[in-house]
């Protein structure tokens, strides 16, 4: 057992003790605060000159990854160009040889319609008798054409000194030589002993078999209708496929592969400068 004064001695001695500890405890971590503190700036003055292996090791690797995706980037953008061109050339190509196409296509149709106007002609010629003096009235009319801003100083002809019928035509020459042509072939079929006979004029014959009907084209036997696939084929061009998009009384349009239209007249494909069949490929 202890008195009042031991007890009071020793709590004195208790109190010194932890002040001392409390002291000894804030000075160390004082001393440690500012330990850390010199290790962090001395980091972060190792990051800013680049030396921090903390620092280095990832930037490396955002390094690596950069290049992977600009060299990926590069291969991209070259196979786009390559694409870019090959789909211009493409362009280029499909547009020269539907030029081309067309060219022939307005040709062979400049040339069928000479060819009809020709012949009509020709048959005109061998069925009736146009006599010169049509065509010098017809001659003499055109000179006598004046000016309509001109005076008219034309004298009046007097019927009296006039030996052949006076005639006043009101029509234009080519409705004179229509009716014309009409009166001559009218004589040619009531008195052929009239006129002298000519030759019989060749028709061109159609070396295939071609109509339209409804919608739908007939060929040498075989119907063709709207949606089908055909294979065109001319002589000395390589044959080429190609979809039925419309058929007209006259002509057919179809598409290519490439896209572009075209068409076809069936007379074209009557007198065999064009040819078609079924494509089942």
């Known amino acids: 057992e202890m008195d009042d004064e031991d007890c009071e001695r020793r709590r004195m001695e208790c109190?010194?003790?932890?002040?001392?500890?409390?002291?000894?405890?804030?000075?160390?971590?004082?001393?440690?605060?500012?330990?850390r503190l010199s290790q962090v700036d001395a980091k972060l003055q190792?990051?800013?000159?680049?030396?921090?292996?903390?620092?280095?090791?990832?930037?490396?690797?955002?390094?690596?990854?950069?290049?992977?995706?600009?060299?990926?980037?590069?291969?991209?953008?070259?196979?786009?160009?390559?694409?870019?061109?090959?789909?211009?050339?493409?362009?280029?190509?499909?547009?020269?040889?539907?030029?081309?196409?067309?060219?022939?296509l307005l040709y062979d149709t400049v040339q069928s319609e000479l060819e009809e106007k020709i012949r009509r002609l020709e048959e005109d010629r061998h069925s009736i008798d146009i006599t010169s003096e049509l065509w010098n009235d017809e001659l003499q009319s055109r000179k006598k054409r004046k000016d309509p801003f001109s005076p008219d100083k034309k004298k009046p002809v007097n019927p009296l000194t006039f030996q052949r019928p006076y005639i006043v035509y009101m029509l234009q020459d080519l409705d004179i030589l229509e009716d014309w042509t009409t009166i001559r072939k009218a004589m040619a079929t009531?008195?052929?002993?009239?006129?002298?006979?000519?030759?019989?004029?060749?028709?061109?014959?159609?070396?295939?078999?071609?109509r339209s009907e409804e919608g739908r084209l007939y060929y040498d036997g075989e119907w063709y209708g709207r949606g089908?696939?055909?294979?065109?084929?001319?002589?000395?061009?390589?044959?080429?496929?190609?979809?039925?998009?419309?058929i007209n009384h006259d002509e057919v349009w179809f598409k290519r592969p490439d896209g572009s239209k075209s068409k076809l007249y069936i007379s074209q494909l009557q007198k065999g400068k064009y040819s078609i069949k079924h494509n089942h490929n």
């Open 15 to 35: 109190l010194d003790e932890m002040s001392n500890l409390e002291k000894q405890f804030t000075d160390l971590k004082d001393q440690l605060y500012k330990e």
């Open 46 to 104: 190792e990051v800013i000159a680049g030396k921090a292996p903390e620092y280095l090791e990832p930037l490396a690797a955002l390094q690596e990854n950069m290049q992977i995706r600009t060299k990926v980037a590069g291969i991209y953008r070259e196979l786009c160009l390559e694409s870019v061109k090959n789909k211009y050339e493409c362009e280029i190509q499909a547009s020269r040889q539907h030029c081309e196409s067309e060219k022939l």
């Open 190 to 210: 009531l008195g052929p002993h009239r006129v002298k006979p000519e030759p019989p004029v060749k028709l061109e014959k159609h070396l295939h078999s071609a």
């Open 228 to 246: 089908q696939t055909i294979c065109i084929d001319k002589k000395d061009e390589c044959p080429t496929s190609a979809i039925i998009t419309t």
